[in-house]
């Protein structure tokens, strides 16, 4: 359907103005009419204030558009090193001169009362910097996913959101998204019996001419190019669909140096996790293949298929094998972002718990790491039980816009 879904889609995957085939995209978008109804939107005075740092393709194209839509949440500052664009984005969101911050001047906002939370929309690698100065002026922070190119400097976030008493989210959408979460439900209900292999398949393709795919095709701004942006969306749909963390992994990869894109970061990269059940997850990612965010669970009775599964919309979930009474759940589409910043705005408000806290971002910080660390090592198997156990599972604390 070549909806405003699919330009989204395109977005997502970097893709726009490309000619790329969608499966599944049946769902439509649907007006503002078939968002959720059970949550009213707050007065303005009301809402929680959000700065957006860093204005590229994810903020314009989804942050801020979310903003504008959203219950509890509101835009009330920028930032960005670019003075012309900041200055025509402020205006166009009716924001006055000084809601207006660069990265020198970040930390004046201590003394801003409207900003109470923070959106690290920065290249990976910065996030860190940015977050631990956010929470050193007070405020609360929503950092994109990956949290972190370290697990040292993911470390540090969390502890400096302890230290300020300060909520630290990472923005995994999926954990609030409708299908995602029906997908969990399903499989916490044994339904389809138990889980016992998972495949995860994350990639698209990048260009070095894309500035947005520059940083993310370096290592040191990255954290690790495909794995880092794509695969790490595979690592967490593995632990969010079972409900538990890997013990061991073991991870290769097939990188064609000669390709300008791949000087400093691997392409292709597959590995497996071994999870204490004797569930089996088998991630694939890469920069060099078609989009697509795709993972199957096959379980003891049937198969669960979500192709596209992480899509910003047009995702589409099948129950393979299973009767037809259980099979086709019904999903309902909504914005991704709008509902995230939402339940962010929440949080901070103390209506909902933290679902998405620094500590579930280190957790992939740390096996993107035990992965590259595998590969370097020809495949050798990396222990992972670091007896990390999320706090709240998102199948049973995040409502669904409708009973699925
Ligand atoms: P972009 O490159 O499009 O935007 C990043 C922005 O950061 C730039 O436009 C710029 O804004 C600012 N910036 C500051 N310093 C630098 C620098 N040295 N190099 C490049 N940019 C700089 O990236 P995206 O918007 O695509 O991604 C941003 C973050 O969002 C990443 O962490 C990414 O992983 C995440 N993301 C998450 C998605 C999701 O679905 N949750 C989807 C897409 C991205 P300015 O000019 O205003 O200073």
Redesign the pocket.
Known sequence: MPNEISRRTLI?L?LAGASVAVAGAAIAKPGPSAEPQDRPALPDNDKIGFAV??????????IIPGLKTAKSAKLVA?????PV??KRIAAENGLPADAIY??TDYDRMAKDPRIQVVY?????A??AEYTIRALKAGKHVL????MATSVADGEAMIAAAKAADRKLMI???CHYEPLNLVAMRRLRSGSLGKPRIVTTDMGRQSTLSD??????LDMK??GGGAL??MG??GINAARYLLNEEPIEVRAWAKTDRTDPRFRTVEDVVSWQFRFPSGTIANGTTSFSCAGTMAYQVFCENGRLVADPG?F?GGNKLSLIGVPAAQGAPKITEID??ER?MDWMADVVRGKVPLVTPGEEGLQDVRLMTAILESVAKGGATVKTGWAYKRAHDPAAVVDLPHPA
């Open positions: 997502e970097g740092v860093g204005l590229g393709k994810l903020a314009l194209g989804q920028v930032v960005s090193g670019d664009k900041a660069n990265y690290i929309v920065l290249p990976n910065m996030h950092c994109e996913k990956p923005a995994y959408r500035p947005s795919d520059a940083w993310r701004m990255s880092a942006d790490v969306y992480c910003y991704q972002f995230e």
